[in-house]
């Protein structure tokens, strides 16, 4: 009897905090399962709520959300990444990229050099109300806690020594010269600060000066400059490169056709039998092509389309 009034007091008590139902598990405690509301229970304190800002994205705009690593030159030393360019961490920035893709599937396009993705949401995206701050939070969320998850799938012999850290901003664009204007941006970046590095590291790894010297010697150089080093003295051809690293990544959905093993029951096989079935299915690939120009956007029109 004791217990019954107890168990009615404790359920009268989580039902005027906003809980549905108090119940005994078979362990001996108590489950608590809570009740999703609407809209908050009218308290005295719901004032709090006037000092959240209004952070609504404007409508008709691209919703470009770009993260990059914090302090990640010393992420890169303490972990051993290879100069100029190290495959592995490239190769694990777009898996995390590719898992942000899936989860948030209104974003239409991504980019991604060094340390640093851009995901573009589609104009007429409502998720979450536009709210600018669950953009940054889900994407940078999804991208951090992918990066350790899939660590271990391209360093197999290298510990993850601390937890990484991403930063992200939120930018609209009004149109589409802008969006394909701001990828273009991050597009010639990625070709600059990779020729730089290219011949920095061989000047470094190969010319046998020091970091300082090397430094100098680029000091006010142009690419052309920069390219002739690299061919008249190491005996590199920059163009020949790989692309990922000269390009960085293009994320896109791409339709693809796959088969697939599918057991069916018909008449004459009660028991059930495997027959292959085709299908066409829209999938997030990567890329290593030029977006400056117009050939990009003539192939993916419907990455601009009106209803993106």
């Known amino acids: 009897m004791l217990y019954r009034t107890y168990l009615n007091r404790l359920s009268k008590a989580a039902l005027t905090v906003g809980f549905s139902r108090c119940g005994r598990e078979t362990n001996g405690g108590f489950h608590v399962q809570a009740q999703r509301h609407k809209t908050m229970a009218k308290t005295k304190f719901e004032y709090v709520r006037q000092f959240e800002a209004d952070d609504t994205c404007l409508q008709n705009c691209w919703v470009v959300v770009r993260l990059d690593g914090r302090n990640f030159h010393k992420f890169a030393n303490l972990h051993d990444f290879r100069k100029p360019n190290d495959e592995r961490a490239l190769r694990l920035m777009t898996r995390c990229a590719l898992t942000v893709m899936e989860e948030l599937n209104d974003i239409v396009i991504a980019y991604g050099q060094s340390d640093e993705y851009s995901f573009v949401f589609k104009k007429t995206s409502n998720w979450f109300k536009r709210r600018a701050s669950k953009f940054m939070s889900h994407v940078v969320s999804q991208f951090s806690s992918s990066f350790v998850f899939y660590w271990k799938d391209y360093f197999k012999d290298q510990a993850l020594l601390f937890p990484p850290g991403f930063d992200g901003r939120v930018i609209l664009y009004p149109s589409n010269q802008n969006l394909r204007d701001y990828l273009s941006w991050r597009q010639a970046d990625c070709h600059i600060n990779n020729l730089y590095n290219t011949t920095f590291w061989a000047l470094v790894q190969q010319g046998g000066l020091s970091n300082s010297e090397a430094e100098e010697k680029l000091k006010g150089s142009l690419a052309g400059e920069k390219n002739d080093i690299l061919f008249l003295e190491f005996n590199v051809n920059y163009n020949n490169e790989p692309e990922m690293y ?48 117009d050939k990009f956007w003539e192939e993916h029109s419907e990455i601009l389309a009106d209803n993106s």
Do not use: M
């Not at 959905?253 to 066409?280: F, L, M, Y």
């Open 246 to 293: 000269r390009k960085g990544t293009v994320l896109i959905w791409h339709k693809v056709d796959e088969s697939i093993d599918k057991k069916i029951i018909t008449p004459d096989a009660p028991e059930g039998k495997n027959v292959v079935v085709k299908r066409t299915r829209k999938k997030v690939l990567p890329f290593h092509v030029d977006i400056i120009g």
